[in-house]
């Protein structure tokens, strides 16, 4: 059986996720993208045209909805009621879209998730037909609450939000995937392919990244990176990695010697 992503009521063949923010046009947004392989792009309604400016160029005239699942987001939203009035406009503007990638963010500095505000948001999100995937913080608590709230798949953080620091608090992110019903996909933090593998190795069901390959230095050689990263990491969980042990164990059998 062939291992896929289930998402949503879709599957998909790629694990990796990948955002259109912070590349230095929409020319090389589209490459990295191509790449990467991924089929969900994710996009932030505050901040990229996607119809909403008519005088601006157009997101989607490079990358096409007809090729992509689009992924609009709530980045840049500091209340739940700016969250939920983004998903709308979202679902407006690419014609009664309803999957959404619900972020509300607590403070300029870190951009740690606000989890009260990230939690009211999910709740009218879901009450009002949205599927939500939902950034939140590493806390198994929260992510087991949001995921029985109707949300259709969790995403805590590995680290700060564009920070590169990698997957700072694993055995949190392994609580996480334990309890789960739904995708767990990490978000935020991810800096180079070594990250990504961890996330994976760890379990998860995905990763989203933008940062480390808009700002990489060839972000298209990065994407190539982060796919590969992604397919070896979900392989090595799969396969089970060997148990750590204290000491040494001889690779060959002792048995039958000459000595």
């Known amino acids: 059986m062939k291992d896929v992503l289930n998402l949503a009521g879709k599957t998909y063949q790629s694990r990796l ?13 589209r490459a990295a993208i191509e790449t990467s392989g991924a089929q969900i792009v994710t996009v932030a309604i505050r901040r990229t045209n996607i119809g909403q400016n008519a005088d601006e160029p157009n997101l989607l005239d490079f990358i096409s909805p007809d090729k992509y699942t689009i992924l609009p987001n709530t980045a840049g939203c500091y209340t739940a009621d700016e969250a939920v009035r983004c998903c709308k406009l979202a679902r407006e503007l690419l ?3 309803e999957l959404v990638k619900l972020e509300v963010l607590g403070d300029q500095k870190t951009l740690y998730p606000n989890v009260v505000h990230t939690l009211k948001a999910a709740e ?12 939140t913080s590493d806390d198994p608590i929260v992510a087991k609450e949001l995921e029985q709230m109707g949300c259709v798949a969790v995403m805590p953080l ?12 694993p055995h949190n992110i392994r ?4 309890e789960a019903k739904v995708p767990i996909i990490v978000d935020a933090g991810v800096g180079t392919a070594s990250d990504a593998a961890i996330a994976m190795e760890l379990g998860c069901d995905g990763v989203l990244l933008n940062t480390a390959v808009a700002h990489a230095s060839n972000p298209v050689l ?5 796919k590969k990263a992604i397919e070896a990491g979900r392989e090595s969980f799969l396969a089970g990695r060997m148990q750590k042990k204290a000491y040494a164990s001889a690779s060959s059998p002792l048995e039958g010697i000459v000595r």
């Open 95 to 97: 014609d009664g879209h």
């Open 158 to 169: 590995g680290s700060l939000i564009g920070s590169g620091l990698g997957i700072l608090n």
């Open 124 to 135: 009218q999100l879901v009450k009002d037909g949205f599927k939500v995937m939902v950034y």
């Open 17 to 29: 996720l990948i955002g259109t923010g912070k590349y230095k046009d929409f020319a090389e947004t």
């Open 222 to 226: 990065m994407a190539s990176a982060m």
């Open 175 to 178: 609580l996480i995937i334990e």
